[in-house]
């Protein structure tokens, strides 16, 4: 299984940007779908962004396309998730995931979850 670890979260201002990265260990994880989700307080974990194996493919969120950049590099084993022109309802932990199974369901079916990173936007 892939171990996750977030980081780059924080506070920022309504409009801000922020970078998230997801280290991860593992040979797989240049062979696997990785993906970002978000869990605001009292709701369900959402679908953010994916990311094929070889990057070659993304799909986002309606709420955040335009505004967030999901990327990878394997050669780091690390996908990143670029959040420009943030907003209050951005609000929520963010968690990777790996080798990413179903995404448009609730709750999502990924097999390997990070810790979280908190982003909090403020107006």
């Known amino acids: 299984q892939v171990q996750l670890v977030e980081s780059g979260g924080g506070l920022v201002q309504a409009g801000g940007s922020l970078r998230l990265s997801c280290a991860a260990s593992?040979?797989?994880?240049?062979?696997?779908?990785m993906g970002w989700f978000r869990q605001a307080p009292g709701k369900e974990r959402e679908f953010v962004a994916v990311?094929?194996?070889?990057?070659?493919?993304?799909y986002y969120a309606d709420s955040v396309k335009g505004r967030f950049t999901i990327s990878r590099d394997n050669a780091k084993n690390t996908v990143y998730l670029q959040m420009n022109s943030l907003k209050p309802e951005d609000t929520a932990v963010y968690y990777c995931?790996?080798?990413?199974?179903?995404?448009?369901?609730?709750?999502?079916?990924?097999?390997?979850w990070g810790q979280g990173t908190q982003v909090t936007v403020s107006s």
């Open positions: 990311i094929s194996w070889n990057g070659g493919g993304t």
């Open positions: 593992g040979r797989a994880f240049s062979s696997i779908t």
């Open positions: 995931g790996a080798d990413v199974q179903q995404f448009a369901i609730v709750p999502p079916r990924v097999n390997s």
